[in-house]
């Protein structure tokens, strides 16, 4: 398994941009798919956003398509999550997830192996 470190949270104003990072340490990085998910207070986990462990397929959730984009660097065994056009309803714990399951890709937690400690984003003017 690997073991996952998310940063690059904070505060932000509505239409600002951050990009969260998700480190991970173990073997095999590269042939592990990951998701970003987040969670809103009061609310469930939700996923966002994807990137397959082979050909760098990326999947978005409806609700983040266009402003949020997904890639990866396994030199650096690294994913990152640019978020654009932040807005409050943006404001959450973001978390990165790992799986060795590149063809079920996509929100069900339960094909994450792995889990990060979360970042928080808060999306205030």
């Known amino acids: 398994q690997l073991a996952l470190v998310e940063s690059g949270g904070g505060l932000v104003q509505p239409g600002g941009s951050l990009r969260l990072s998700c480190a991970a340490s173990?073997?095999?990085?590269?042939?592990?798919?990951i998701g970003w998910f987040r969670q809103a207070p009061g609310k469930e986990r939700e996923g966002v956003a994807y990137i397959s462990s082979d050909d760098g397929r990326t999947i978005y959730e409806d609700s983040v398509k266009g402003r949020f984009t997904i890639s990866r660097d396994n030199a650096k065994n690294t994913v990152y999550l640019q978020i654009n056009s932040l807005k409050p309803e943006d404001t959450a714990i973001y978390y990165c997830?790992?799986?060795?399951?590149?063809?079920?890709?996509?929100?069900?937690?339960?094909?994450?192996?792995?889990w990060g400690q979360g970042t928080q984003v808060t999306v205030s003017s």
């Open positions: 173990g073997v095999g990085f590269v042939y592990y798919a």
């Open positions: 997830a790992a799986t060795i399951d590149d063809i079920g890709l996509g929100p069900d937690p339960a094909i994450y192996e792995s």
